[in-house]
């Protein structure tokens, strides 16, 4: 299925997102346990990019748990995440160069939807800085694939302009450093055939099973992060899910 025939959600998945705030209290009383024993990886710079609309706030569980796993964890500090299409692409990568040459190290990206295409163009903007990105329901394969037109207007005022052909083009090729896209097939908000890396060494996508709403607050999805971030620097191996958190992932991604 090319780019241009990948068609948004349906109605009826937009209604059901509402379910993804299930995951909020899963995650306190049911996961904890298992995400305390999660992988931990060398202490690095780690910026989490929130999605359309959203600000720091809605990335707090992400970045709460990787502070507790021992990460240096910053916010994109740019308010909310509504800027017009690569607005924001040159504040936040000074801001990337800022942290590593703070930390001596190169800076992990985590981009929820829209916030992962922003990770995904500053990755390939100064690779040399970036470490590694990891994209939880970012349609950067196609980005027009989305139920987005009605937010965008109700949270700018303006109107939705969708991505031109050499945009699209653009977001859909692979970036320079290694890329992980977690996706869920009960997205309601954008195609999670939009969310799909092309594969490759050092690219892939992981499923797991929530809505677009419940991908920062999904247990699955954090491990994912975590196990992705604690490769050692200049190594890289797909994902698999250990035994102990095996049952929490669709088999799409216990395959070899």
Request: proline share 9%; with cysteine.
């Amino acid at each position: 299925m090319g780019r241009d025939t990948v068609e948004p959600p349906s109605l009826a998945l937009l209604a059901a997102e509402g379910r993804g705030f299930l995951d909020i209290p899963a995650l306190l009383a049911v996961a904890a346990p298992l995400l305390a024993a999660a992988p931990r990886g060398q202490r690095h710079p780690v910026m989490v990019l929130p999605g359309l609309g959203a600000d720091d706030r809605s990335t707090l569980a992400i970045r709460s748990f990787l502070e507790f796993l021992g990460y240096e964890v910053h916010g994109w500090g740019r308010g909310r995440n509504v800027g017009a299409p690569d607005a924001d692409l040159a504040a936040v990568a000074a801001r990337v160069i800022e942290l590593e040459q703070r930390a001596g190290s190169k800076v992990s990206l985590v981009g929820w939807s829209r916030g992962g295409i922003i990770a995904r163009e500053v990755a390939r903007q100064i690779p040399a800085s970036v470490r590694m990105v990891v994209t939880l329901g970012s349609p950067f394969a196609a980005p027009g694939a989305s139920n987005v037109r009605a937010i965008w207007r109700l949270l700018t005022g303006r109107k939705y302009e969708p991505p031109t052909s050499e945009r699209i083009s653009r977001l859909a090729q692979p970036i320079p450093v290694p890329s992980t896209s977690i996706y869920t097939r009960a997205d309601g908000v954008v195609a999670w055939r939009a969310c799909l890396e092309q594969q490759g060494e050092g690219r892939e996508n992981v499923e797991v099973s929530t809505t677009h709403i419940g991908l920062g607050f999904h247990a699955p999805a954090l491990w994912v992060i975590a196990d992705r971030l604690a490769q050692p620097p200049g190594t890289w191996k797909a994902f698999r899910p250990p035994p102990q958190v095996a049952i929490w992932f669709p088999a799409t991604t216990h395959r070899d």
